[in-house]
C-alpha cells in the first residue's frame, strides 16, 4: 500500500527532527524516513552546545544565522516543554573560550572584534587571565584569559530529540523508523520515495535532511550535497557538584552534574570509534584550564560524525529541476535547531526564501 | 520497606567475615560480599542521594550498569559498590549528591 504525505523530510537527525516538526505544527501532513539503529547520527553524539562565538569568522552572514538561531533557542525551549512535557535544559549564561597563551588571546580577539565590527549585535568581552579567575573561579592559574560572550549557551542535544520526537508525533507527525530512503523518484508535481523496507511513499515535497546520507541522495533531485564526515570524540566523566556555571568550548558540566569533555576533529572516514591518544589529548587539554579536573573519574568515552561541507558553512536550497525538493544540512544542528524550526520550515512550505540564508547554496563550491 | 526482608545471604556465601565501617559504624559482613551487598545485609538501603533532586538511591543492577550504588569507599568518592568487594578495614560512606571537586 502506498501512503500519501504533503511533505516527508528524509533522516530523523537533529536537523530532519526540528524542521519537520516546524512542519507538522503547522498543520501539513509529514512523514520522517529515518535510517536503521546502527546507522551514523551526529544528532545522538553530540557535545550540545547552542554556540554563536567566532562562527563565521569567514562568513558574516553564517554568524548572523547563528545568532538568529540562539536568540530564538528560548522559546523554541519553552514550546518543547510545553508540547512534549520535556525539559531539555537549556540555559543560555554565556560560554567561554579559553586561551592557553596571550597570542592566542590576541588572535582570538582580533577574530571577535572583526565579526563584531560586521554585525554590532555579536557581543564579546576579553577577559585577562585575572578577570576570568573572578568570573570563572574553576580555572586554574596556567589560562592566559578567555572571550566571553554572552551570546553563547548549552543544551541536553539527547532530551532536545527526545522532546522534537515527542512534540512531532504530538501535532500528528508520522515517524518511519528503518526506512532508509533508496530512491527518490520525482513524478509529476510529486515526488515518489522507496523505502528500504519495500514500502514506497509519495509526498508533494520532500526535504533532504539526511545528513551524510544526502551525499547519494541529493543527485537524484538536482542537488548537490557534497558533505564529509569529521569525527569527534567526547568524555564524559562522573557526575560532581556543580562548579562551573557557564559552557565553554570544549569542557561543559551538565545539569545532572556530568562534565563533558570534547572538541576533537579527524579526517578519518566512516570510522566513529574512539582512540586512547586523542582521548588523552582531549582530558589534556581540558585539565589545563581546569586543574580541578585531574581526579574526576571517566565513565563513558565516544566518537561520532560531523557533517561537513569543505567550507564548514550549511546549504539551504531548493532544487531548480525538480521544484519542492528542499536540501538542508549543517554542521551545528543543536545550534540552528531553533532556526530550522521557524525559519526553515515556513520557507519550505512555500514562504519566501529568509534573506538569512543569501549564501547558502552548493553552487558555491563550484570548480 | 519490603526489600528489608526480602534481602538474605544465602548459607554459602557465610564464611570468614571482615570488618567494614559504614559511616563509622563498625559491621562484621561476610568477606564473599561486594560493598552494595554489605550494605543492603546490614540493613543501609539507601547508599546515596541523586545529584539533582536529592531524592534516595539503593543499589539496583548489582552489576555495574546503573550506577545507583555510588559511594565513597577509602576516601575514594562515586564508587561502584557493586563492582568492589569488601575488604577488612574498608571505610565506606555514603554519598551526598554528587562529590565535591571544588
Ligand atoms: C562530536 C560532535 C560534536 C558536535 N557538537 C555540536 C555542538 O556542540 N553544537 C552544535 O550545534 N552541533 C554540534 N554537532 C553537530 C550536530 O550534532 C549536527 O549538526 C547535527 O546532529 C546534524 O544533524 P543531521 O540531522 O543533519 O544529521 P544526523 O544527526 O547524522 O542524522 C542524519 C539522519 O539521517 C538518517 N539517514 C541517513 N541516510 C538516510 C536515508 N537514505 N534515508 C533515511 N534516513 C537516512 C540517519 O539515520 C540519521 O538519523 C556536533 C557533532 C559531532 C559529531
Ligand atoms: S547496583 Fe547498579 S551499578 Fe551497582
Known sequence: MQKTFDIAVVGGGLVGMAIAFGLAKRGKRVVVCDGED?????????????????????CVNYA??????????????????????????????????IAQSREELASKAEAMQRLHLAEPRLKFEVLESKELAQRLPAVGPHAAGAIYSPNDGHVSPLYTLRALFAA????????APNANVTEINPTSGSFRL????????????????????????????????PVKPLR???LVTERVRPFLAHPTIYVRQTVEGSVLVGDSAEDVGFNDGVTPDVLADIARRAIAPFPLLEHVRVVRAWGALRVMTPDGLPIYEESASHP?????????GVTLAAAHCDTVAPWILGGDRPALLDTFYANRFAV | MPTDLLFKTLPLAQ??????????????????????????????????????GDNERAPFCMMGVCFDCLLEIDGVPNRQGCMTLVRDGMQVRRMQGARSIA
Open chain 1, 38 to 58: 546502527n546507522a551514523l547520527r551526529a544528532a545522538r553524539g553530540n557535545f550540545g552546545l547552542v554556540w554563536v562565538q567566532g562562527k563565521g569568522a569567514n
Open chain 1, 64 to 97: 548572523r544565522w547563528s545568532l538568529h538561531s540562539a536568540d530564538a533557542w528560548q522559546g523554541f525551549a519553552d514550546e518543547l516543554l510545553a508540547r512534549s512535557g520535556v525539559s531539555i535544559g537549556f540555559c543560555r549564561p554565556g560560554g567561554f573560550n
Open chain 1, 168 to 175: 512531532y508525533e504530538r501535532v500528528g507527525g508520522e515517524y
Open chain 1, 194 to 225: 522507496r523505502v528500504a523496507n519495500g514500502h514506497t511513499l509519495e509526498a508533494g515535497r520532500v526535504v533532504l535532511a539526511a545528513g551524510l546520507g544526502n551525499r547519494t541522495l541529493a543527485p537524484q533531485v538536482g542537488l548537490r550535497a
Open chain 1, 232 to 234: 569527534g570524540q567526547i
Open chain 1, 324 to 332: 519542492g525538493a528542499y536540501l538542508a544540512t549543517c554542521h551545528s
Open chain 2, 15 to 52: 564464611q570468614t567475615t571482615v570488618r567494614i565501617y559504614i559511616d563509622e559504624q563498625m559491621h562484621e559482613v561476610p568477606g564473599t560480599l561486594s560493598v552494595a551487598a554489605a550494605l543492603l545485609a546490614a540493613g543501609h538501603l539507601a547508599c546515596r542521594t541523586t545529584p539533582v
